[in-house]
Every structure is written in C-alpha cells, then in structure tokens.
C-alpha cells in the first residue's frame, strides 16, 4: 500500500521509517527538507509539497504541531487537499482541536476524502520502537483500512468513536497526567521538607492507592531537578490547552487542568518548555525554597 | 507476647482482631463496649481503660481517629500513661500530626516508655486481611520489638526515620493521592462532556503514563457516581489537614493538595463525608452540570 507522511519530526520521522520499513511505499515531506535526507535509508521517498504526497499516497498521515500546521498543509498552498483523490483517506496523528478537526473532515468529504483523527501517546520512544498507543475517531471501515499501517507505529489501537473522538480522548490522558504529575510534584517536595527518604519512600508508596505511572517513573526526576525528556512541558502545555478548550466548548469545569496549563506557560516563558512535563516539580520545588 | 489495643473501630478492631488469631495475647479497650464485644469470639479480652489495657500489656497499639484522640487516650484520665510500665512500647497506628507525635514521644520518654508512630494504608480492607501497608518512625530497635505483631496486620512495613517520619509519610501518600483523584475526576468528567465511550477509554488510557491505582480502581464510581466505601472522604479530608500543616511548619506550597481539601471540607458539610474520596468527582461533575 502506498502511504504518505507528511511531517517528520521526531514523531513522524520516526513513525515514517517504522511504516517504509515494514514493507509500505512511504513519500514523505516536511517543511525542513533535511529531514527527509534523515530517512531516505529507511525506504522513504521524498516529495515536493504535501500536494505531491497526496498525489502518490492512498493513506496520507499527518504528524505535524498544532491545529494551525494541520490547515495549512490539508487546505494551504500545494496542500494535500490540491493533490488527493476522491476515495483517498487522511489520518491525521497530531494532537489538536477536536472541533477544527470535525471542521477539516467536513471539508475533505466535499471532496470525497475521509479522514480519521488518530492522536497517540508514548512519546518519542513510543515513536521509535513502533508501540505508540493510538486514540482513533471516526468511520470503523476507514479505520479497518488504515489499520495495516497503523500497527507498525503503534501496539494499542482503540476506536474511541466518530470523528473528534481521538482528540478529546487524548484531551482526557493530558487532563489526568496535569492531576497526576501535580500530586507527585507536591508530594516529593513535601517528602523532601520533612526529611524523609525519597527513594525509600516511593517503594514504600507504590504498593498501595498512590501507584501509578509517574510516581514510578517520574518521581526520581523530580526530586533530582533533572528532567531530560520525555515528553516537552512546552507539549503538554498546548494540548492542556487544547483540552481546556474542548472544556469550555462542552461545559467542563476543570481546576486543577487550568492550574496545571498556567504553571506549564510559566515554566515556558523561563525557557523550560524543553524540560519534560515533570518539570512541573520546579514550580513547586520554587514555590517551597528548594532549587528549581 | 502480651499486645493491647486502644480503639477498635473499623480498623482497629478487624487489627487486634488479626492479632489474637494469631496467637498475641490481646486486651484491649473502646470507648463504645460492645465494639469489645464484637472481636470477643477472636480471643480479645476486653479491659476498663487504656490504663489497664498498658498495665496488661508490653506493647500498647493505638487506633483512634486524631491527634486530640491520641493524647486523650494516653495522657487524660486513665490513661495509657497512668498504667504502663517503663520499658514498654506504644506504637501509634492511628494518623496524627507529626509535631504533636514528637511531643507525646518526649513526654513518654520521660517515664521510660518507648514510642514509635506506624500509621497504616489500605483501608478497611487491608485491616480484615491483614496486608496493611505500614510507614514506620522511630528507633530501628523499638521497631524489631513490634515487628512479629505488626507483621500479623501488614504486609509492607517500611521504616522511613526518626519518630514522626512515619505521619510524614503518610502525609506525602494522602498528598500524592489528592492530585491523583482529581486529575481522574477531571479527565472523566470530560470524557463525559465530551461523549466518550469511558470504559474503553479507561481501558486505553492504562497502559500509558496516565495509568495509577485510582485510574484503574475508581474511575468507574466517578462515572456511575456512586461511592461506597473505601476510604471516607472525611478521613482524607482530616489526612489532607495534617499534611497542610507539616506542609507549613515546614514551608512547602501544596496548591492542588490545599484546593482537594477545600473541596473534600464542602462534600463533609454537605453529608458526604462518609463516601469514599473518589467522591471529590461529584464535585467536578456539579461544577460542570453532571448529576453530582
């Protein structure tokens, strides 16, 4: 099957050599064309616009930043929308708007294009080893065709419902992580006060009702202020927004999100967007007269 | 060896319960009687007062609800105080402050009694089965003392430091569990808002960093809205209290743990203290126009 990508960054990049190297024809373009070079090795080919992409692809895949990248490389200049044809199918991988996403569908079925929404989490490593988990919305029969290829970047495929689904699917896992990662933040910095053993203390805390993922995995970051990704704060903060606006646009009360996204602009306004998102214990860390 | 019990509500009873069956010799006493009656069948023998409950006794086991409990039933009028022979230990499982737990140390101290805090998680459940998870401070001796009794109430038994450090502990783990259960709360509720199918999407969020105990556990009361016990919302509320104070004689900001327990305080006012604190979920589903 000939598969497009367009966007290659550390996600799509990696996620296009998973794809060509399990036997697909993959085009690819990105907007910094020595990403394209990066790949070639693994069987990628590269185009000229995602226009060009479109024009060699039966799936295209989309793995670019914000809703904004979304528009432009689907309805912008040379964009998919000027090269696809009619029965071709567009899943979309980013993280963005649910509502601009029904928008975009609605647009490519003028046209006769479907389009699924396929968001994923499990970061660049994820990316790499091909066992991203896949949050998918829209058709089941679109997503049936798509899914040879989606099982060579991801491991957990799940159909969460129609289009927009897998946006405020993946809305929800950034809502739980901002609740999640605070309450491992405060808990290492309260340990820490008190002089407590941490590391003692987080084996003894992983039995019982405050297990969880970043408490196992996060919790030494936070209390050695080291924080290599990961996955970027300056990430999970634009999709904490994206959350918080899919909130407002169904009448979700969400504190602790909102809380959590305005500390993450904080941490990106001091040049930490970069760090990984359990940087959020500099905050706190700050906040109590510890180095952050 | 020859073990009493102070308090013997839902924890402490199914406890020295657990103790007699294992061969402890065990006299205990509660302010309500038939509470003593309750556990007779299991071999506790019932005494008048903490005071003869500690002349009985060479470890004397508290379980009652907080801090002015504590120093009631060991400094107020037939008391523990008034009946324990130096030498002895009293170890105090119930969940206090850890400043007010130095105190009562010193002041046991002075008559040669020896001390250790060993507040417990687990709940209900994990006292009836005896696999208690146990967060001990005080002297590494005094501990290997009380280890053959403790190890018939609990599974992990972990020493985390000086007297005090054992409150501190479980002060961090009710920290750790307040951002949990609200970014939980949260992220369900926007499912819900959002139309999400949410048992399968609880499903695909836990093989990922959103995954915790809570998530897999208590999300599903979240979404039916129903809470039975568990772990009380008042208890947490109270747990929340004492680590707000550790957090301020000690100069950490808790944000996220400050706002749970101001939301856990209106769920007690409005007769909801005795849910379990998954219930925090109705309010984020009342803010947000979902039956709570």
Partial sequence: MKVGFVG???????????????????TAWNRT???????AADGVRGAESPAAVAGASEIVILMVSDTPDVEAV??????????????????DMST???????????????????????PVSGG???ARKGTLSIFVGGAAADLERARPVLETLGT????????????????????ILAGTYLGVAEGIVLAMKAGLDVEQLVAALSGGAAQSWVLANRSGRMHENEYPLGFKVALHRKDLGIALQLARETGAAL??????EALEAGLVGR???DDDVSAVARVIRELSGLPG
């Fill in 8 to 26: 290659l960054g550390t996600m799509g990049g990696a996620m296009a050599a998973n794809a060509a190297r399990a036997g697909f024809e993959v």
């Fill in 33 to 39: 064309v020595s990403r394209v070079d990066a790949v």
């Fill in 74 to 91: 689907l309805f912008g200049s040379r964009g998919v929308a000027d090269g696809i044809a009619a029965g071709s199918l567009v899943v």
């Fill in 96 to 118: 963005i708007a649910p509502s601009a996403t029904r928008d975009f569908a609605a647009r490519l079925a003028e046209r006769g294009v479907a389009m699924l929404d396929a």
């Fill in 124 to 126: 660049s490593e994820g």
């Fill in 156 to 175: 957990t495929i799940t159909h969460v419902g129609p289009i927009g689904s897998g946006q405020a699917a993946k809305a929800v896992n950034q809502v």
């Fill in 255 to 260: 504190p602790v999100a909102a809380i959590c």
């Fill in 271 to 273: 040049d930490h967007g």
